[in-house]
């Protein structure tokens, strides 16, 4: 068998040496043999390593034990990545939902204006981005809400108050 680049994958090739280094330490006679000449072949050289250690009995303990790290690293990823995902989109559908006539809202693609008529049988909002000048964009574009309070100032329901005071 020889070791050409591009005729497998390195994978393959990496395991084939390990077992083989393991065969032949199993057996006692490490020599120069997995590089060049008579090396083992993959199969042999795998029931050679399995064969020379005999398999420890393994419990229900054992094998709980293995998937320990598995199951903490998804109790990991699930609280630090999906779980305060899933909060941020339920938080922006109320935000979506809340939208009505009158409000200022952002796009995500950078327009500014004013929400004129609210379409919800296909999800889009007419916005008023200047005196005359009406456009139509999905629902789910806007970004940000900026809700007019009883005094008449802008109360800001998106990300910093200095945001919605330099904006209008």
Same mark, same amino acid.
């Given at each position: 068998m020889c070791l050409h680049p591009g005729s497998t994958s390195a994978a393959y090739w990496l395991a084939t040496l390990v077992v083989s280094l393991t065969a032949h330490l199993a057996f006692g006679r490490l020599q120069n043999t997995f590089l060049v000449g008579s090396m083992l072949s993959f199969p042999s050289a795998l029931f050679a390593a399995t064969a020379a250690t005999p398999a420890p009995a393994a419990g229900l303990g054992a094998s709980i034990a293995g998937f320990a790290p598995l199951v903490l690293i998804f109790l990991i990823f699930y609280f630090l990545v999906i779980r305060p995902q899933q909060k941020k989109l339920r938080e922006h559908n109320k935000l979506?939902?809340?939208?009505k006539k009158g409000d200022k809202v952002i796009a995500s693609g950078g327009l500014f204006g004013t929400v004129? @008529?609210?379409?919800a049988s296909n999800g889009h909002l007419h916005i008023e981005i200047a005196t005359g000048v009406e456009v139509r964009v999905l629902k789910s574009s806007v970004s940000e809400v900026l809700n007019r309070d $009883?005094? $008449? @100032? $802008?109360?800001?329901?998106?990300?910093?108050?200095?945001?919605?005071?330099?904006?209008y």
């Open positions: 979506l939902d809340s939208i004129t @008529k609210v379409d $009883g005094n $008449g @100032k $802008g109360a800001y329901v998106g990300k910093s108050q200095s945001t919605a005071k330099s904006l």
